[in-house]
């Protein structure tokens, strides 16, 4: 009987997960509903001491503040490093410092810094600080995540019947995701023991499965919106991503660049004409997913910075144009950028030199 669509897309909700062993292939099994993905562990914090805003009078520092925060001490006794996806926590109370917490580079840490300190985003200087310390976190341990409504494979069968002990180690494992229509969404690798099962309510043979261990990268909780909208399936339209703010640009870029694609659309027939509506292109992400989908259409990648879009165009097979509408846009807010040392450097300038370089000839109108 070949399924309607109804039950057809029912099918596809309860195989949306697979864990598969990574080295030997075979799936441990299928399931609809994963808690655990979404996350902020692994965040580092630090108080900023003596801080002083770039403007005077610039409203307190709250909230989200960049994908980069780059920190450059003035006496050189630090490199310059990078605060990934960094939060300010607002002004320490009582004092004149301000708290930032984000994603560091740094294996391990730096645990403090006594000088002054400059920091920027990339686009604009945030101020300086005359030192830093870092806040020990409390301990940290990874949500476990649980595997709803599993279908279990007959080697995960096998595996919890021969278990001796209530812990089965499952060593590396993949999750593949799928989306709505059934194609590739995003694949996270695990390290994980089994911690406990039960029946599930979801159906009389399958069971709910506990996994303890480590993810390799939490999902960030500001991704958790973009998931849900992007499990529908790829958009069939370009321009999707306009009207969300830049956070949720990068956190859609990152997905681009994750997401299992059989091919990038960069190997077209040589002379190719390209067309990008550059009306929001007002910021990095909007950059390269604009040339994303020029390129590939929607969804399409083409690098997430300037190095990996000289690498995508590297697969081309021969020169192509891009007339590049609205480029206006992408003048105005890209060209003053600032390197990670704090140098200035015009990133649309960047850009189109790069294109030149793989001859793809771009027209600005």
């Not at 099918?11 to 655990?36: F, K, M």
């Not at 840490?109 to 002054?116: L, S, V």
């Not at 005359?130 to 476990?144: E, N, Q, S």
């Not at 879009?309 to 807010?333: M, Y």
Request: charged letters at 25%; aromatic letters at 6%.
């Amino acid at each position: 009987m070949i399924p309607d669509v109804d039950e057809d897309g029912a099918r596809r909700g309860r195989t949306r997960y697979t864990l598969t062993d990574r080295e030997l292939g075979h799936a441990w099994g299928t399931c609809a509903e994963v808690e655990g993905l979404f996350g902020q562990t692994g965040r580092e914090t630090y108080e900023l001491f003596g801080w002083v805003a770039e403007e005077p009078g610039e409203p307190e520092v709250h909230g989200w503040i960049g994908r980069e925060v780059w920190f450059v001490p003035e006496d050189g006794a630090l490199d310059t490093w990078l605060l990934e996806d960094a939060e300010s926590l607002g002004p320490h109370p009582g004092t004149d410092g301000l708290v930032l917490t984000g994603l560091d580079d740094h294996l391990p840490p730096p645990e403090d810094h006594h000088g002054t300190v400059l920091l920027h985003d990339g686009r604009r200087r945030l101020g300086s600080c005359r030192g830093f310390a870092r806040a020990l976190p409390p301990g940290r341990m990874d949500p476990p995540i649980l595997l709803r409504g599993l279908a279990p494979g007959e080697e995960l069968r096998r595996a919890l019947e021969a278990a001796t002990r209530p812990a089965l180690d499952l060593g590396e494992a993949v999750l593949e995701v799928r989306d709505d229509r059934g194609e590739p969404f995003a694949e996270l690798l695990l390290w994980v023991t089994v911690s406990g099962r039960r029946p599930s309510a979801l159906g009389s043979d399958l069971i709910d499965l506990e996994l303890e261990g480590k993810l390799s990268a939490l999902v960030p909780e500001a991704a958790r919106p973009l998931w849900e909208r992007r499990l529908a399936g790829v958009p069939r339209t370009t321009g999707t991503w306009t009207d969300l703010d830049t956070r949720q640009r990068w956190a859609w870029l990152d997905h681009v660049l994750r997401k299992p694609r059989p091919h990038t659309g960069v190997g077209r027939p040589s002379g190719h004409a390209y067309e990008l509506d550059g009306r929001h292109v007002t910021d990095v992400p909007g950059l390269y997913l604009a040339l994303g989908e020029a390129v590939g259409g929607p969804g399409g990648y083409l690098g997430a910075n300037l190095h990996a879009l000289a690498d995508c165009l590297g697969g081309r097979s021969g020169p192509a144009t891009l007339l590049w509408r609205d480029s206006a846009v992408a003048r105005e807010h890209l060209s003053q950028a600032l390197a990670p040392d704090g140098r200035p450097y015009d990133l649309f300038a960047c850009v189109l030199d790069v294109l030149a370089e793989f001859r793809m000839r771009v027209t600005l109108a």
